[in-house]
């Protein structure tokens, strides 16, 4: 029922129908701008509608709710923004914070939509990043014909792995030795088939990687690979921030450049675990500290035995997942979904 | 406690037009501006703008000058090499589990500790005996760990104080000083045929009244009793008793006596009673049962020479490979031995009792003496094929993981 004279979500839905449909005669690429810019107008619609009728009543809503609207962006060829939707649904209950959580991560659809809107205003690598966020994908030609091309000694600082219940994916964290650039490699697989092999934690190799073009590039690929290894593990110390502030300065710059950045990689130098009042956290030199998720703390507090160590970990903005520690100068590999592939 | 915007969101704007409180300065900013945008909108712009801002600023926690808790000392045992590390590694997540116990025990004897990487792993074993184990190989810094997390208190609560022999007996199921003179008393009423005392009906079919009471109160007093009040020793006793009508009964009361009393020398005697006893009067389930029992109790070289036999032709009441799961691990080399010679011959026979040999492959595979290893991975290893038996394979398989530890696990 609408209140005020306002729009509501089905009413939205009949009047978006009324907008010209794409044509057998329309070019491809501009079909799917319409259709996604169809997709994403019932989206909005959908999430003011949510505000709307408040966020109380979503505990009572099943999956199917949110399955509905991903299926629509799906239709829509809106694929990673369906991904995100259906996604929506386990962050209702479960935890304490999950009204601000939701509220937070409709937020940033919200921001999504309407980037998109004004997509020709934005700068180019900003625009890139947004088509990907919605589900334009770039082939591996594409990637290597316009993306950042940088060749280093790269060592393979750990791997973590989420699954969404359809598609499951491998992230391969690397670190250029010389550049200390961060890069992401990403293998996707889905049901019980194996991802395809990736270099191994705790190696390192001398090769050139491809970024996708992003206003703050992190996802690449690898287009050489010298063959031999250099060493395994990595003998030497990782680049990385002697300061917690110094790493979350540039985590800072990253979301200014691209706000939808939802994990880095932490390559932390002589920070030390402490586990207090049954929280888990590393300490610098100077006192500043950042969380460490509970399920994988105690490896790293068993590694490091309260002394320093250099530390590769996710950063999802809330907590560090461990995914190596250098502890009295040797390495460890500590993400579980490490493989030994090649 | 939840922010004014997030508040506002949860009742909705059907509800509520207006905020209740301030929201915070940079939601307020951003719900002023953009005013050409529904209400819902700005509200949700709101919340993915402050989103962004308490990402980029993290959820810092108080600074921390410094922690109470000391560092770990310094190891005093060097760590196991990383291959005997991937190996307990995965039998600490359960697979091939059944060989943790030993290859802690090599640990400890080859005076190695666990690699700190394993430590949290090691200290969620569960059970008693694999805590035991675990304990002198945690090194320095898993009692470090234990003391900083309650769930592993374990480690250093050290182990219970010594119980005398008064509670160890009464935990076994020994009666007390009172319920044992009685018990005495009524079983010598009852040997000289006197009228039973107690008239309660036996809860066993098939077995007498008299029987099932004198094998219940035979069965509470120590065998030592009968050796002194007859003056006489067991295998005198057993062989008297064997000649009566109560055989059975004085054969049942007595073994459980003896493993209640843990009373070696009538056991070994019980043990050639059993195996001598006519199917006419022991069920042949009863004295399976009784001399399994026997095994688990019997010293190790005693059991070894009790089961030695059961490789032949000998006439046996207890099945072989019960027999064998009921020696301790690892069994004794000449046990060892005599199975994987059986084995051979059981295998070019396949004769019917290839099945009872097939069906103690998985308890052999852990209790084979280290010492057979080798020359069993060297005799056998070569005929575990995808043809053979499935049960073939996975006892190699077992045995070669045991032989790398053994080979590995070195000081």
């Known amino acids: 029922m609408a209140s005020k004279g306002r729009l509501t979500y089905r009413d939205a839905v009949e009047r978006t129908a009324q907008v010209p449909r794409p044509t057998s005669q329309t070019p491809r690429p501009q079909k799917r701008i319409v259709r996604v810019t169809h997709g994403i107008d019932g989206l909005d619609l959908w999430l003011r509608d949510l505000i709307r009728q408040g966020l109380a009543g979503l505990e009572q809503k099943p999956q199917a709710f949110w399955e509905a609207q991903a299926a629509q962006l799906v239709d829509a060829q809106a694929p990673a923004l369906a991904s995100r939707v259906r996604q929506l649904g386990h962050r209702v209950g479960g935890h304490p914070d999950w009204p601000a959580r939701l509220l937070r991560e409709l937020g940033s659809i919200a921001m999504l939509t309407r980037a998109f809107r004004r997509i020709d205003a934005l700068p180019a690598l900003l625009q890139s990043d947004v088509r990907q966020l919605i589900g334009w994908s770039l082939t591996q030609d594409e990637v290597l014909a316009s993306g950042d091309s940088v060749q280093d000694t790269w060592t393979v600082v750990g791997q973590s792995a989420s699954d969404d219940g359809r598609v499951r994916v491998q992230r391969t964290w690397l670190l250029g030795v010389h550049t200390e650039r961060v890069a992401l490699v990403l293998a996707f697989a889905a049901g019980d088939d194996a991802f395809s092999p990736m270099p191994t934690a705790g190696t390192a190799f001398d090769g050139e990687l491809v970024y996708w073009p992003s206003a703050s590039p992190q996802r690449a690929l690898i287009r050489t690979r010298a063959h031999a290894r250099i060493a395994r593990p990595w003998p030497e110390r990782l680049p990385g921030c002697d300061r917690i502030d110094a790493f979350h300065a540039s985590f800072t710059e990253m979301l200014a450049r691209q706000p939808w950045m939802d994990r880095t990689l932490a390559s932390l130098r002589d920070v ?56 009295a100068g040797e390495y460890h590999v500590l993400s579980a979904t490490a493989n030994g592939a090649t | ?181 009685r018990a005495i008393a009524l079983a010598e009423g009852v040997l000289h045929f006197e ?63 003896a ?50 036999p059961l490789f032949g032709d000998a006439k046996t009441h207890i099945d072989l490979s019960m027999a064998l799961c009921a020696l301790g691990t690892p069994w004794p080399e000449s046990i060892s031995v005599r199975y994987i010679e059986a084995l051979h011959r059981e295998l070019r026979a396949m004769s019917p009792r290839w ?57």
């Open chain 2, 259 to 308: 493993l209640l009393h843990q009373d070696a020398t009538w056991l070994a005697e019980l043990w050639d009673f059993w195996q001598r006893c006519d199917e006419k009067v022991v069920s042949p389930a009863v004295a399976n049962a009784m001399l399994v029992q026997i095994l688990q109790r019997l010293p190790a070289a005693e059991a070894a020479r009790c089961v030695e």
């Open chain 2, 1 to 181: 406690m939840t922010d004014p915007l997030t508040q506002w969101a949860l009742v909705g704007t059907e509800r509520q037009d207006h905020i209740a409180s301030p929201p915070e300065p940079l939601a307020q900013s951003a719900l002023a501006k953009l005013t050409d945008l529904p209400l819902e909108q700005r509200m949700l712009l709101a919340a993915g703008v402050c989103g962004v801002a308490s990402t980029a600023a993290g959820r810092p926690l108080p600074k921390s000058d410094g922690d109470s808790s000391p560092p770990s000392a310094n190891e005093t045992r060097p760590a196991c090499s990383a291959k005997v590390a991937r190996r307990l590694e995965d039998m600490l997540r359960g697979h091939h589990k059944e060989l943790l116990l030993e290859a802690l025990t090599l640990l400890d004897g080859a005076g190695l500790r666990l690699p700190h990487v394993l430590l949290p792993l090691a200290l969620g074993v569960r059970t008693p005996a694999h805590r035991r184990a675990v304990r002198p190989v945690l090194g320095e810094r898993g009692a470090w760990l234990a003391r900083i997390n309650p769930a592993w208190a374990w480690v250093t609560a050290g182990d219970a104080p010594p119980r005398d022999a008064k509670d160890r007996a009464r935990e076994n199921g020994a009666p007390g000083p009172d319920a044992l003179a």
């Open chain 1, 272 to 327: 030390t675990p402490v586990h207090r009042d049954g929280a888990c956290f590393v300490r610098d030199a100077h006192g500043d500290t950042l969380p460490i998720a509970s399920a994988h703390a105690w490896p790293l507090l068993a590694l490091s035995g309260g002394a320093p160590i250099d530390l590769g970990a996710e950063w999802d903005g809330e907590t560090l997942t461990p995914l190596a520690a250098t502890s």
């Open chain 2, 355 to 411: 099945r009872a040999i097939l069906t103690s492959l998985r308890d052999a595979a852990t209790a084979l003496s280290p010492a057979e290893l080798a020359p069993a991975l060297a005799s056998l290893g070569p005929l575990a094929t995808d043809a053979g038996p499935r049960a073939l394979v996975e006892f190699i398989e077992v045995l070669r993981i045991r032989h790398e530890l053994v080979q590995e696990i070195r000081p």
């Open chain 2, 195 to 257: 009228p039973p005392v107690l008239t309660v009906h036996p809860p066993l079919r098939g077995v007498g009244a008299r029987s099932f009471w004198l094998s219940q109160l035979l069965s509470d007093i120590p065998p030592s009793h009968w050796t002194s009040r007859f003056s006489a020793g067991p295998e005198v006793l057993v062989r008297a008793a064997e000649k009566t009508e109560w055989a059975a009964a004085l054969g049942e009361g007595w073994t459980k006596a």
